[in-house]
C-alpha cells in the first residue's frame, strides 16, 4: 500500500514521502496512529493544503520532546528482581515496569514510547531508548538486580554473574570431576578410584 507519511518513521521517511509499506503494517499501525494518509490524489491535495501545519505542529512537538529529553539524559533506574543463582529473572521486566520507574522518578513518558524490543530477563544493566517524538530518542541505563548492594555494584560496572562465576570456579572446578558420582567428595572419588575399574567393566 501507498502511503503518504504525516511524521517521520524510522526506515521510510521523512514528513511528505509517499512511501511503500505492507497492508497490515499501514492498517494496524501507521493509518490509526495518525502516521500517514493512503496515497491518493485526494489525500495528495489535502496534504499539500496542509504541509505548512503538520510540518510547523511536528516542529512544535520536537521541541517540546527536545525539552523532555535534557531530563532524561544520564538518568538510570533500578529495578530490584528475584533471580536464580545464574541470574536469570523469575519473570521478566516489560515496558509498564520501565514506564512506573521513569513516571515514579518524575518523567512524562507512555508505553508507546519505551523502545523494547523484548522483555528483559536477566540481571544486568541495559540501555533502552526512550523516543519521546520520531525525531527525538534518548537512552536510559535499566539496572535490574536483586538487591540494591548488586545494583550498586553493577552502577560501578562489575559484572555481578561474572564475579559470582569466578568465586565457584575459585572453590570448586580444580577438584570437579563429570564422571564421579552426585555429591561425591573430592576424596571419596579418590579412594573410589583406585579399586572400581573391575567393578564397572562388570557393569
Do not use: C
Amino acid at each position: 500500500m501507498e502511503v503518504i507519511l504525516l511524521e517521520r518513521v524510522e526506515k521510510l521517511g521523512a514528513i511528505g514521502d509517499v512511501v511503500t509499506v505492507k497492508d497490515g503494517f499501514a492498517r494496524n499501525f501507521l493509518l490509526p496512529n495518525k502516521k500517514a494518509l493512503r496515497s491518493n490524489a485526494a489525500n495528495r491535495k489535502v496534504f499539500e493544503a496542509n504541509r505548512e501545519r503538520i510540518v510547523s505542529e511536528n516542529a512544535n512537538r520536537r521541541g517540546e520532546a527536545e525539552q523532555e529529553a535534557k531530563t532524561l539524559e544520564g538518568v538510570s533506574v533500578t529495578l530490584i528482581r528475584q533471580a536464580s543463582n545464574t541470574g536469570q529473572l523469575y519473570g521478566s521486566v516489560a515496558v509498564r515496569d520501565l514506564v512506573d520507574a521513569l513516571v515514579a522518578d518524575g518523567h512524562k513518558v507512555n508505553k508507546s514510547q519505551i523502545v523494547l524490543n523484548k522483555p528483559i530477563k536477566a540481571i544486568g544493566v541495559y540501555d533502552v531508548n526512550v523516543a519521546l517524538h520520531p525525531e527525538v530518542s534518548v537512552p536510559v541505563k535499566v539496572n535490574v538486580a536483586r538487591s540494591p548492594e548488586e545494583a550498586e555494584m553493577q552502577s560501578q560496572g562489575v559484572d555481578v554473574m561474572a564475579t559470582m562465576f569466578e568465586k565457584d570456579e575459585a572453590g570448586f572446578v580444580e577438584d570437579y570431576d563429570p564422571n564421579a558420582e552426585p555429591g561425591a567428595t573430592a576424596e571419596a572419588r579418590d579412594d573410589a578410584g583406585e579399586g572400581t575399574s573391575a567393578e564397572g567393566d562388570d557393569a
